[in-house]
């Protein structure tokens, strides 16, 4: 079964993502940052990310326009904490899936990230 | 002969600029006073002669269609040397000082001069002459001398009086000025305060929704006590609720545009930032050098935030060199390329930070007895949304330089 890479610097954030996407059936991998997940060898285990906008280092969207860069094309949500970060169009662009704004509404997180799975859609 | 240089001639040349006269348009009450002065003597012409570096120039002119003369033939340039006396030379072409003078030798021939110096009421610096010149040699009586005098006085009294208007003005102005940053400083504190406290309560919120989500899954699964327990985390997830709309909601308060950005050049961004900060600078005695890169420097900005930047880097300076002597108060501002970066530099002779250079940029981190220390905090954010970098060197009582990064547009 294909799984949710989750790439959040907040141990706390991390953490109760985790358990939340487990017990709503979903495998989790889950990492402090950008950088830590481009580390991968192998990206194809992954059927969505969800990813904080706010990271050290490259940040959400930094980390969508690399994968594209090198042809890795996973369905990705991005959460973002701030209106001015969420320019919509600007990650549309990008080829962002979906963005939820933090806090998350934990219910609507599990069923975007079960919808992005089962469409595995990438426009 | 020429005149010899003043013991304070800056100070002196400072007080006559404070004045703002040099060069401006003749005026009535000028007028006035250098025609009562010919009459009032008897003679061709008279003068109202302001002694500036290298001539002597007539705020008011009577008998003479000059404008200026070089100082160094100026009578006044002598006149303002014994600056509590009159100065009266009844035949020139018998004065050791002004026999080889062109003004003698030649046209208008001044035979007889008598001026009474001007001075700046503040400071007490000649700045001028009240003077009656005549092309035959001559003498003033008394009361001549004294009406030139009370004449002087007058004249006097309204530079002074422009001193004073423009003094106010500028009080003024300063005051507008001082309103505006406030306001840019209340505007930017409320929210960047909203902005940091709701990042750092948004994180755990986010952990206490999804934990009581997944409490709430587990129940489901298990029926473990379901009835009891889920009600209660019913609750919690409402709670969080509460709190998320809450958020959301100051959140949307502070945001009413997204900053739009354009390209321009950092220089005009900076010249128009220290325009708007002279009067500070006047005011903190300090003195900005700027050595700004000599060919455009476009980046992608929004031009007001970076002016924001600037503002909160050179009040910083300010702040830090308050406590040191004006003599070695310096504040340098320099921008040039650096392969695909424009790099700005501010640099000042302060004390240095007081706090190690990382956390200088972290909110609510102040060394300043009246501030809350989000001035640096508010600049880090606005540089890394126009993916730039700030970064401080300081060295304790060798001053603080601040770096800003940004990437060249196009």
Known sequence: ?123 | MKAQLLSDEPARLRALRRLDVLDSLPEVAYDDIVRLAAELCGTPIALISLVDEDRAWFKAAYGLDAKETPRAFAFCAHAIETPADPLVVANAEHDTRFADNPLVTGEPNIRFYAGIPLMTKSDQQPIGTLCVISNEARELDDGQLQALTVLANYSEKLLQLRDATRELLSQQCELQQQDELMRLGRLSLAGELIAEVSHEISQPLCAISALSATLDVMNEHRGWEYGRTSALVGRLLGACDNARQILNRLRKSIHFTPPEFETCDINNILESTVDFLEFKCRQNEVDIKMNLAPLPLQVHANSAQLQQVVVNLFINAFEAMSEIAVADRSLMLSSRPDEDLVVVEISDSGPGLTVSDEVAFTAFESTKANGLGIGLSICSRIIEDHSGRISVSSRTGKGATFRVELPKAG
């Not at chain 1, 940040?59 to 904490?81: A, C, E, F, H, M």
């Not at chain 1, 169009?89 to 997180?109: I, M, Q």
């Open chain 1, 1 to 123: 079964m294909q799984c949710v890479g989750i790439i959040d610097d907040d141990d706390r954030v991390r953490l109760s993502f985790r358990l939340l996407m487990e017990v709503s059936g979903l495998e989790v991998e889950t990492f402090a940052s950008a950088e830590e997940f481009l580390g991968c060898q192998n990206f194809s285990r992954f059927a969505c990310l969800l990813v904080d906008f706010r990271l050290p280092g490259l940040n959400g969207l930094d980390l969508v326009r690399t994968l594209r860069k090198q042809q890795v094309l996973i369905p990705t949500v991005i959460t973002s904490g701030f209106s001015s970060e969420s320019d919509d169009a600007e990650f549309v662009a990008a080829g962002v899936t979906a963005v939820l704004t933090k806090p998350v509404d934990p219910k609507r997180l599990v069923k975007t990230i079960k919808d992005v799975m089962a469409f595995g859609s990438d426009t």
